[in-house]
């Protein structure tokens, strides 16, 4: 019977208990984390309501909150799904910092004018459509942008859907389980290899096949 390689078999042990490493990370780790904090969300919509934050934080995704839009810069158009379009004005507030961005109602009309002159905005914190491509996303880790989602539309548009928790993706346990299918493939693969590297027959070629 052959030697097991050395070298390859560290390698490939070295690569199969990493795989382990984060699928255990994934599920003991991750997974818990995501829970604690989608059960703190779950909770915000009944909080009572804020001023709508200067600077992005997650935490208080779905929570009421409040604006006054002095003027609206801008107003963009977003993919709402079966709504059509969702309308996204770019608000000036006159405070220090960044301004606020309001999702003032919904439509299926994909080139309508929309007149709205801005005011008190009251609705529920939500993420900010992210127009960066899927690669640049990956590459660019950065806070995610806030908008608040107004709970009345603006005139001659329809009612916005108050964001849902749903929305906030949760798959640790499918990158727990995943991590630790690539590492059993890993393993029957190398397992095969060997096998079929004992089960060759000898090179006739041998140092004891020369002539008598």
């Known amino acids: 019977m052959k030697r097991i390689p050395l070298v390859p078999t560290v ?3 070295l690569a199969i208990a990493a795989m382990i490493a984060l699928g255990l990370w994934q599920l003991l780790d991750r997974l818990p984390a995501k829970q604690a904090y989608l059960a703190q969300l779950a909770g915000n919509p009944a909080k ?3 001023a709508f934050p200067r600077f992005p934080d997650e935490s208080l995704l779905f929570r009421r909150a409040a604006v006054f839009c002095l003027e609206p810069v801008e107003i963009r158009r977003a993919g709402a799904g079966a709504a059509g379009y969702r309308l996204i004005a770019a608000c ?6 960044p301004g606020v961005r309001v999702q003032i109602g919904t439509t ?3 080139e309508g004018k929309v007149t709205w002159k801005g005011g008190e905005v009251s609705g ?6 992210d127009s960066r491509p899927l690669i640049a996303t990956l590459i660019e880790r950065r806070v995610p942008e806030l908008l608040l989602v107004a709970d009345r539309p603006a005139p001659g548009l329809q009612p916005n859907k108050p964001p849902s928790i749903d929305s906030v993706p ?3 346990l499918a990158y727990g389980v995943q991590w630790f299918l690539f590492a ?5 693969i190398y397992a095969v290899a060997l096998w079929r590297r004992g089960a060759a027959p000898a090179s006739p070629h041998g140092p004891d096949s020369g002539a008598a």
Request: aromatic content about 4%; charged content about 15%.
């Open 108 to 110: 299926r009309d994909p």
């Open 48 to 50: 009572p309501p804020i």
């Open 124 to 129: 529920w914190i939500a993420h900010a459509p």
């Open 92 to 97: 000036r507030t006159g405070a220090e910092g």
């Open 11 to 13: 390698v490939v042990g």
């Open 170 to 172: 949760n798959n640790h």
């Open 184 to 188: 059993a493939v890993a393993a029957i």
